[in-house]
């Protein structure tokens, strides 16, 4: 802007004095250029007449001077100036220019100040005042601002908004992450009796959609006919990709034939949507249809549509298929490649994955690089075949490539799974070599599996050099630290390396308060385990089903039968997703305790909750009848076994055939053993035993 001390040196401080700032700046140093520059930005001024007598001015006139370069302190000065001129009135167009100036710098303030002034002096506010200043609420980040002004134009400046208003502020409010208020803001446009545009819906579907109400966004696309508006693509491309990051696949497919069938046409991306949600819930083969449609409508799939079915098909097995369609690519990448590759040797196919890098990457010219590489190593590391990793690690530089640190890592935690520590270190030394130093996924892998061999005390080593070598000990290494400690039953260690946690940054997560809960339960040390349990939760994590297990057993083998079911209760309740474990302890602690009627009791409430007891809760039970000689009991439950779809098991035939033999019922056990061998039983060491017993006891007793 121009030098705002310059020109009041010149000018402004006196109307009279207007004509010496024209002359005063056309002989500075500048010459005649300044003059030129000049004579060109007040060309509709008539130079002339402005030099003789500047003693007024017009509103023209200052419109034109306030669209020059100026600051705003020498504009609103200039503002000021001319409205104290006699018989004169600002126009709707100074008011305008000077706005948008102010509305740059951000001075929000005084745009309030021009506001209300203009509205003082009766000057008429049209809409496109606000929609200027809205977008500079935008711009400075203020969406709030800009709403508050759309409420405000018919309240206090009696400036009706139309659609234009209403779709600024929606834009602005989605520039703005404030997708929640854009409904508001629709709802209102309705109720004012303002019919939306195509824009309006979609920026208002784009914003629930932003939040997560898609079933709001789609009843709004319904209601779009009923106001005039056609869904245009950019609204069905907003649903559809919606939907398929929701995996509510069958519904975005239902929209992609709407648009199919209308007159939208969809995008290459609108499909790819699709065949990404298909793919994600393994419905590939549907996947590979739409691909097909694809081409049949004209549309060339893309990078990203081959990419996403070769995964599909990868995922669930289908290699020989995924080999076909990369053949069928017209211009593979190494990523398709590598997806192939890590799908032969997920699937231990280890050959062809070989041939494919060695024949298929070379005849195409695609090049492998290390990541590649690391596939095949990490392959190779999960099968277990170290000497085969170890190899490809070898190849690697003679093939053009060097190996990385993620290379080295994922070779060391082959061997460290293995427990083959001794030539996990030769790797590092490897490593060392070639200028690599471990990261702290390799320290970890190393910790966690010195802790796992009992050598804790090395792994404390390592775990104080790892700052050293520059780098930060993570959840994962206090978490295999603190299994070690506790592994070699030194708890006071373990609480401290807890508590170092926190000092050190690292938030514990729910691995780490189970190890420490389940270490204190096997110490039958209670009281500690609910100190950890209260501690967790003042932290802000949930228990989940590991840690009520453990809890409920805990509270079961002291006999807190009440506080174990509570604890199940609650479970329940907070929606832990519970499996057959901690219903099965139940009963097997209430059978124990002799409390059979209790058993029976929560089994029977385990079923109407729609959970389903296994054969092991039947176990228990039928049992825990035996026990107390009601054996009859015990095999109408046995009877009742195939009414609910449980299969009886070794198990429940040994409970029942010992029990019968210990009453002295030979032929009812010999009956029952007959019935299990022809259902397809087949016999175990201990129901052999049970029978060879008795038989033995029934023939001394003849004898």
């Not at 104290?84 to 100036?101: A, P």
């Not at 090049?367 to 690391?374: A, G, L, V």
């Amino acid at each position: 802007m121009l030098n705002r001390l310059q020109i009041r040196l010149c000018a402004f401080q006196k109307p009279h004095l207007l004509p010496s700032f024209i002359h005063c700046y056309t002989t500075d140093s500048h010459g005649s250029e300044s003059e030129t520059e000049w004579e060109r930005l007040l060309k509709p001024f008539d130079l002339e007449n402005l030099r003789k007598s500047l003693n007024k001015i017009t509103p023209f006139q200052l419109n034109k001077l306030l669209q020059l370069p100026l600051d705003v302190p020498t504009s609103m000065e200039l503002f000021q100036w001319a409205g104290g001129q006699k018989s004169y009135r600002h126009s709707f167009d100074v008011y305008y220019t000077l706005i948008d100036k102010v509305g740059t710098e951000k001075e929000f303030k005084v745009i309030d100040s021009l506001l209300l002034q203009m509205k003082a002096e009766g000057i008429v506010l049209r809409e496109s005042v606000f929609i200027m200043i809205m977008r500079h609420y935008g711009r400075a980040g203020l969406p709030g601002r800009a709403t508050s002004l759309l409420f405000e134009m018919r309240s206090t400046f009696s400036c009706e908004p139309t659609f234009k208003s209403y779709n600024v502020v929606l834009d602005v409010l989605l520039a703005g992450n404030c997708p929640k208020v854009a409904p508001n803001v629709i709802y209102d446009m309705l109720s004012k009796g303002i019919s939306p545009t195509v824009f309006t819906f979609a920026t208002v579907i784009k914003a629930l959609c932003a939040v997560n109400e898609i079933d709001s966004a789609c009843s709004l696309l319904r209601d779009m006919t009923k106001h005039g508006c056609a869904p245009n693509s950019i609204v069905y491309q907003t649903l559809i990709h919606a939907l398929a990051c929701a995996n509510r696949v069958n519904d975005a497919w239902k929209l992609l034939e709407e648009m199919l069938f209308g007159d939208c046409a969809p995008d290459v991306n609108t499909f790819n949507d699709v065949i990404i949600g298909l793919c994600r819930v393994d419905r590939v083969l549907e996947a590979a249809k739409l691909v097909d449609r694809m081409l049949v409508r004209g549309f060339s799939p893309d990078e990203i549509t081959y990419g996403n079915l070769m995964q599909g098909l990868c995922k669930t097995g289908r290699l020989d298929e995924a080999k076909l369609l990369l053949k069928k690519v017209p211009n593979p990448n190494i990523v398709m490649y590598n997806t192939l590759i890590n799908g032969y040797m997920t699937n231990g196919r280890f050959e062809e994955a070989k041939a494919v890098l060695d024949e298929s990457m070379v005849g195409t010219g695609c090049k492998p690089d290390i990541y590649t590489y690391n596939i095949l190593i990490h392959g190779f590391c999960k099968k277990g075949l170290l000497s085969s990793a170890h190899q490809v690690v070898n190849e690697i530089s003679v093939k053009g490539s060097e190996p990385n640190v993620i290379t080295y890592t994922i070779l060391i935690d082959g061997f460290c799974k293995k427990g083959r520590l001794k030539e996990a270190e030769d790797i590092i030394g490897e490593m060392s070599n070639k200028g690599l130093c471990l990261n702290t996924v390799g320290y970890n892998c190393l910790i966690s599996a010195l802790c796992r061999d009992g050598q804790v005390h090395e792994a404390l080593e390592l775990f104080r050099n790892m700052p050293g070598k520059g780098c930060k000990p993570d959840v994962f290494t206090f978490n295999s630290l603190i299994y070690g400690l506790t592994k070699v039953d030194n708890m006071k260690d373990a609480l401290c390396m807890y508590r170092d946690m926190y000092m050190d940054g690292v938030i514990a997560n729910t691995v780490t308060y189970n190890t420490l809960i389940h270490a204190f339960l096997r110490r039958r040390a209670t009281e500690e385990v609910f100190k950890i349990v209260n501690d967790m939760l003042f932290r802000g994590f949930s228990l989940d089903k590991f840690t009520y297990t453990g809890l409920i057993k805990a509270l079961c083998e002291d006999g807190a039968f009440e506080k174990a079911s509570g604890l199940f209760e609650e479970m329940l309740s907070k929606g832990t997703s519970a499996n057959n474990l901690p219903c099965n302890i139940l009963i097997s602690s209430l059978c124990r305790a002799g409390k059979i009627e209790k058993a029976r009791e929560f089994l029977k409430e385990m079923i109407c909750r729609g959970l389903k007891p296994d054969v092991v809760a039947y176990n228990h039970l039928i049992s825990g009848l035996c026990k107390m000689g009601r054996i009859e009991e015990a095999y109408n439950l046995f009877e009742k076994l195939k009414s609910e779809r449980i299969c009886a098991d070794a198990v429940t035939y040994n409970i029942l055939i010992g029990s019968y033999c210990k009453a002295g019922l030979f032929n009812e056990a010999y009956a029952l053993f007959d019935r299990g061998v022809v259902g397809g039983l087949v016999p175990s060491t201990v129901t052999w035993h049970i029978l060879v017993t008795s038989l033995l006891k029934r023939v001394t007793r003849r004898v």
